[in-house]
């Protein structure tokens, strides 16, 4: 336990055994009671190399989608009682040493949700991080915060932390299969802004790998839209 909690660290992966053993080494268990590795119908060796690493694994049969899987990975989690969930990236791209800065405002100081930011002040981008992402993680967040009416840095960093009684909220409803993609962090996200949930920013490093590796899975016209889609959708009340 983390200073009195039940922490889980729900990792959603694909295709990602190169990876997945570093984001499990580095993990403290000291601060997380369970790594869980949604493994996403993988088709390589994520969920054996995960489990040999110390993580637990939840295998999905079909591949669903980042958000089905972050949902598959709230679900075990309630279903087991955890009291925060943290999320974090399957492919190395997070600092595991970095989730007490999640944890210590919901912990200390009650926080609802907090978010890691790369763009507050001692946070930081590093690697080849591409010049378009650069732009797009900008400009997302100010669209959101434009629609939500708060001030934020980002929107689309999936390192988060949250009370896991958040989904206890009937407005809050994960359960719909236009989230499955990557909507699903968005979503959830805009849902504590504009609920009145307290929300709080810390400082993240978010490191690229080098560019002859791949570092996302997102299509570009695709995966960006479904970035960009709830902020339009819930904005304009077409979505709930």
């Given amino acids: 336990m983390y200073k009195s909690k039940r922490i889980i660290t729900i990792v959603p992966s694909h295709n990602e055994e190169v990876r997945i053993r570093r984001v499990a080494e580095r993990t403290d268990f000291h601060v997380t009671d369970l790594l869980l590795v949604v493994d996403d119908a993988s088709t390589d060796r994520t969920a054996q190399v995960a489990r040999a690493a110390g993580a637990d694994v ?44 999640l944890l210590d405002p919901i912990c200390d100081e009650d926080f609802d949700f907090v978010m890691g930011s790369r763009y507050m002040e001692g946070g930081r981008s590093g690697g080849d991080m591409p010049f378009y992402r650069r732009v797009a993680t900008r400009l997302h967040p100010y669209l959101m915060g434009l629609l939500a009416r708060r001030t934020i840095t980002e ?24 989230l499955n993609a990557y909507g699903l962090e968005v979503y959830l996200l805009w849902k504590v802004l504009t609920l009145g949930y307290r929300y709080r920013e810390v400082p993240c490093t978010k490191t690229y790998p080098p560019k002859s590796q791949s570092y996302t899975k997102m299509k570009p016209i695709v995966g960006w839209w479904s970035i960009l889609r709830p902020v339009f959708l819930l904005g304009f009340g077409i979505r709930n």
Avoid: C, H
């Fill in 58 to 101: 939840l295998t999905l049969t079909e591949r669903s989608g980042v958000g089905a899987a972050i949902r598959a990975g709230i679900s075990y989690a309630r279903e087991n009682e955890f009291d925060i969930a943290v999320i974090m990236a399957g492919n190395n791209k997070d600092d595991p040493s970095e989730v007490p800065r």
């Fill in 155 to 178: 929107s689309t960093n999936g390192f988060r932390a949250f009370k896991l009684d958040l989904i206890d909220d009937a407005r809050i409803n994960l359960d719909q299969t236009w």
